[in-house]
Every structure is written in C-alpha cells, then in structure tokens.
C-alpha cells in the first residue's frame, strides 16, 4: 500500500471568502505518492498534468477539484467536513488501489488541459444548430473541453457526412486523456 497513513488533515472554509459554502482540505502525510501520478493519470483522467513540478489536477463534477502533490493532497469544493473526509477517503483508495495495478495500466504523461477549443472547433460540423443545448458550436467546444458535456451530445455530428471529423475528434480528445465528468 503506497499511502497508508495522512498525518495531517485541514478542512476550512477559504481564505479569500469566509463566506463561501463550500470547504477546503488539505492533507498532509510523508510518503511520496508522486510515482503513483501517470497511473492515477491515465485511470482517473486528470485534468492536469505538471510531470516536471509532479502535480496532478483531477477534475471532479459539481465544482469538486483534487490535487495531488508529492507529499500532499487538496481538497477544493466539499460541501461539508464529511464530503471533505469521504473525498480523502475515496482518492486515498483510489491511489492505492492503481499504484497496486500500475504493471496492467499504461502512464498517462500528457493531461487534458492541453486541449485547445480552436482544434476541438475545427472538428465540429459547425452548424450552430442549438441541438447539444449551446447557442453556437464554440460554446460547444469550450464546454467539451471541459468535460462537461459528451460527444453524443452533438447530433450532426453523428451523421454520416461529419463522420471523418468525428473520428479525427475523437482521436483528438483521447489522445490528451478526455473524458467527460460524468463518465465512469
């Protein structure tokens, strides 16, 4: 098990606006969990990647953010000190869970913030039809970028016309790690 033990566990509200509902953690504990990165990488589909400064950004729905650092993890988000402690839980688990399957997982070192929305754009059928629920396709492609909305959800997309570009696009995505929030 590669992260048995958090020394030091911190919820609080943020610093910048007391005021806000939301909580912060930060936990703290010796052991390097670094080597685990392109593995939680590659499983979890981190938003972001720094290989170099060995920081991983992972994306959670409902404005939920994780951060793992070498010897650290934050917490942004939590609705209260509970989710806080079960989303700790949860990462926990889960890093230890892939570190111990990382020989079946290949690394992922590139993230999903290197997505460009003008590449993504170039890719739809540009219609600005309305269907995916966007006023118009850049809106659109800035949302799936994100992750916040899947391919599915654009329907001119899947007609037999746009399939070369859906297939260059899903090419695309899947080469930064993509995945939409709400996928398993």
């Not at 910048?16 to 392109?38: C, G, Q």
């Not at 869970?97 to 913030?113: C, G, K, L, M, N």
């Not at 399939?163 to 695309?172: G, V």
Request: proline share 4%; hydrophobic share 45%; net charge negative.
């Amino acid at each position: 098990m590669l992260l048995e033990k958090i020394d030091n566990l911190d919820i609080f509200r943020p610093k910048m606006d007391a005021t806000k509902e939301v909580l912060h953690a930060i936990a703290a504990f010796t052991v390097d969990i670094s080597p685990a990165f392109p593995y939680v990488n590659a499983e979890l589909g981190g938003w972001d990647y720094d290989q170099t400064n060995q920081v991983l950004l992972l994306k959670l729905s409902d404005g939920k953010w994780i951060t793992l650092h070498p010897q650290k993890i934050a917490i942004r988000g939590a609705r209260d000190m509970e989710e806080a402690k079960a989303l700790l839980a949860w990462i926990q688990a889960q890093i230890n869970d892939i570190y111990a399957r990382r020989e079946a997982i290949t690394p992922r070192f590139v993230s999903q913030a290197g997505l460009k929305v003008m590449d993504i754009l170039r890719l739809l059928p540009m219609t600005n039809c309305k269907a995916c629920g966007y006023a118009a396709c850049m809106a659109y492609a800035a949302a799936l970028r994100e992750g916040e909305i899947r391919l599915e959800d654009c329907p001119p997309l899947w007609e037999e016309k746009f399939r070369e570009k859906r297939i260059k696009l899903q090419a695309y995505l899947e080469s930064f790690g993509w995945r939409a929030l709400d996928a398993e």
